[in-house]
């Protein structure tokens, strides 16, 4: 049992050096290090908890805490009617239970009642447990339809920066992890107001999520550990200013807005396409690090959103509640399979992502 044990692990450490090989071998392709960091004073500006926001001397990065008295964010000077949004980002370490560092575009201070969203949160843990994260989308104020999907990462996000990138078109969404896709929604008709449509800003939020973020609320925010920091540099916004356009933007006025020049360089872009090679790194993503899809949920949805791709062998590994079968760990499954291979006098194949 202790050899089990040890070949296990062995093997997940050999599945995480096989995926961050194949990440540094695909920069080239994706192009995502081509990008162009602005400033801060370029094209953000302070959304709240200003004591708790600190700027670096070059201004090209920024850092958020969260304390017992507030936590701090910052937003986009412009908004964006279609964009790529993308920033290396470091996560607080040790306990960071009840927390929520939130990368996201939204128009809801602009459209109150049938706002757009789109968002990467990331969910603290207790200490010796890893972050998680989520992606989600909502369009025309569709908030009691849900679009989340959870997820593990195949490193610790407190460790040194990674890049989180969100790429919206007129056609598909892109959420990217360093240069990896892990999730793509493809424009459906059936839809309607559901895909984001109107213009966005971008924000980075830390805040006290105690309530819900941390296994349901169990845990909360302890801040004997506070402050909690998060810090975001490099920040790129790249897509269709609106602000350049119109001085304000309102319900009435969105419409006049003409992006397509705008709309051609980001649909035609690196991080807009996905390679058969880049589509079969987020198949692997999603059968190794997902453990909730709305998709999957038939408990909430007994039809599956039109945007949904169905694949049967992702299907067979969830529950009817979209959360993984097998105690809800992409490791033991894997761990599982690699057993019955054993039993089955198979030969042990290394790790390919």
């Known amino acids: 049992m202790r050899d089990l044990k040890y070949l296990s692990r062995i093997y997940y450490r050999l599945e995480v050096m096989m995926m961050v090989m194949l990440i540094v071998s695909w920069r080239c392709v994706l192009g995502l290090e081509n990008i162009n960091p602005i400033f801060f004073d370029e094209g953000l500006s302070h959304l709240f908890g200003e004591s708790n926001l600190i700027r670096s001397p070059d201004d090209r990065s920024v850092r958020l805490l969260l304390d017992k008295y507030t936590g ?29 560092v939130a990368f996201y575009t939204s128009n809801g201070d602009v459209f109150v009642k049938n706002h ?5 949160e990331f969910l603290g843990n ?25 997820y593990r990462l195949w490193f610790d996000p407190s460790k040194e920066f990674h890049r989180y990138s969100i790429l919206w078109n007129p056609t598909k969404i892109i959420f990217w992890v360093d240069d990896v896709p892990i999730r793509e929604i493809k424009r459906k008709e059936e839809m309607k107001g559901d895909y984001p449509q109107k ?42 200013n609106v602000s350049e356009s119109l001085t304000t933007v309102t319900r009435d006025n969105y419409n006049n807005i003409n992006c397509s020049a705008s709309d051609q360089l980001l649909m035609t872009s690196d991080y807009s396409t996905i390679s058969p090679k880049q589509g079969a790194a987020m198949r692997r993503f999603r059968e190794r690090y997902m453990y909730y899809s709305y998709c999957y949920d038939t408990v909430r949805y007994a039809v ?44 042990v194949v290394s790790a390919e992502l």
Not at 79 to 90: A, V
Not at 133 to 147: C, L
């Open 72 to 100: 701090s964010g910052f937003i986009s000077s412009s908004m964006y009617q279609h964009g790529f949004f993308s920033s290396l980002i470091k996560l607080p370490g040790a306990y960071t239970a009840g927390l929520v």
């Open 116 to 120: 757009d969203e789109l968002d990467i």
């Open 126 to 150: 207790v200490e010796g447990k890893p972050w998680r994260f989520q992606t989600n989308m909502y369009g025309n104020g569709s908030t009691n339809r849900g679009r989340e999907e959870r």
């Open 199 to 240: 213009p966005m800003s971008l924000y980075a939020t830390i805040w006290d999520a105690s309530s819900w973020a941390t296994s349901g609320g169990k845990f909360g925010v302890e801040y004997t550990f506070s402050p909690f920091v998060s810090d975001f540099k490099d920040i790129a916004l790249d897509g269709c």
């Open 304 to 347: 599956p959103p039109p945007e949904c791709v169905i694949l049967t062998a992702e299907k067979d590994r969830f529950r009817d509640t979209g959360r993984l079968k097998f105690g809800g760990s992409h490791t033991k499954v894997h761990r599982a399979r690699k057993r019955r291979k054993r039993n089955r006098s198979t030969p």
